[in-house]
Antibody
Framework: QVQLVESGGGMVQPGRSLRLSCAGAGFSFSSYALHWVRQAPGKGLQWVALMSNDGSQTSYANSVRGRFTIARDNSKNTLSLEMHRLRSEDTAMYYC???????????WGQGTLVTVSS | DIQMTQSPSSLSASVGDRVTITCRSSQSISSFLNWYQQTPGKAPKLLISTTSTLQSGVPSRFSGSGSATTFTLIISSLQPEDFATYYCQQGYSTPFGFGQGTRLEIK
C-alpha cells in the first residue's frame, strides 16, 4: 500500500523559515519523481516544486523560486521542502505527491498545514 | 508559463446526469493533460493521465479526450460519490500548472 506522510507544518511568523518532510512507503521510492503542491484555504491547487527520481533535476514555481528548496534522500525514502522568507501568501496545505511519469501526480499524501502569520 | 482555464467554475447536476468539464491551455500541450478529483478535506486523487488514460480503480463512467489546447472530462452518469471538485493539470512543461477547478454540486 502506497503511503506518503507529510510532517513539519505549523504556524510561523512572516520572514521566518520552516522545513517540511514527506516519508514514502509501499512503492519504489527511488523510481518516482516527487512534487510539492499547495492549496491555500478555500482555493485551488498550486504546483510548487519537482525533483526527479535521481535528484538530478529540480524545478520551482515562480512564486517560490529562490526561497524554497526541494530535496530528497532515496536511502531514507524521504522528501523535504525548505521554506525561507515566508510570506502570508505561503499559507496553505502542502501536499507531497509522487509519479513514475514526471508530470503525473499518481500518489498523494494527506498534507501538512502551514500558516504564516504574526 | 502555460495558463490552464477550466469551464465552468461550478456546476449543479443530478444523479444520472451526463456532465462535461472543459479545460483549455494557453498554448499547445500535446496530450500532456491530467485530471484530478478532490473531495472536501481530502487530498486530490488522480483520475485520468495523458488526456485519456483511466487510472486503475477509476470507474469507466469517467472519460477524457482532447488534444493541443482543448480537453474534456466527461462523467457519463453521475453517481453520488462524484460530487467533488475537479482539476486539470498540464504536464507539458514546468511549472506544471493546474486549472482553477470545477466544483460539481448536487442539484
Amino acid at each position: 500500500q502506497v503511503q506518503l506522510v507529510e510532517s513539519g507544518g505549523g504556524m510561523v511568523q512572516p520572514g521566518r523559515s520552516l522545513r517540511l518532510s514527506c516519508a514514502g512507503a509501499g512503492f519504489s521510492f527511488s523510481s518516482y519523481a516527487l512534487h510539492w503542491v499547495r492549496q491555500a484555504p478555500g482555493k485551488g491547487l498550486q504546483w510548487v516544486a519537482l525533483m526527479s527520481n535521481d535528484g538530478s533535476q529540480t524545478s520551482y514555481a515562480n512564486s517560490v523560486r529562490g526561497r524554497f528548496t526541494i530535496a530528497r534522500d532515496n536511502s531514507k525514502n524521504t522528501l523535504s521542502l525548505e521554506m525561507h522568507r515566508l510570506r502570508s501568501e505561503d499559507t496553505a496545505m502542502y501536499y507531497c505527491a509522487s509519479g513514475r511519469i514526471v508530470p503525473v501526480l499518481e500518489y498523494w499524501g494527506q498534507g501538512t498545514l502551514v500558516t504564516v502569520s504574526s | 508559463d502555460i495558463q490552464m482555464t477550466q469551464s465552468p467554475s461550478s456546476l449543479s447536476a443530478s444523479v444520472g446526469d451526463r456532465v462535461t468539464i472543459t479545460c483549455r491551455s494557453s498554448q499547445s500541450i500535446s496530450s500532456f493533460l491530467n485530471w484530478y478529483q478532490q473531495t472536501p478535506g481530502k487530498a486530490p486523487k488522480l483520475l485520468i493521465s495523458t488526456t485519456s488514460t483511466l487510472q486503475s480503480g477509476v470507474p469507466s463512467r469517467f472519460s477524457g479526450s482532447g488534444s493541443a489546447t482543448t480537453f474534456t472530462l466527461i462523467i457519463s452518469s453521475l453517481q453520488p460519490e462524484d460530487f467533488a471538485t475537479y482539476y486539470c493539470q498540464q504536464g507539458y512543461s514546468t511549472p506544471f500548472g493546474f486549472g482553477q477547478g470545477t466544483r460539481l454540486e448536487i442539484k
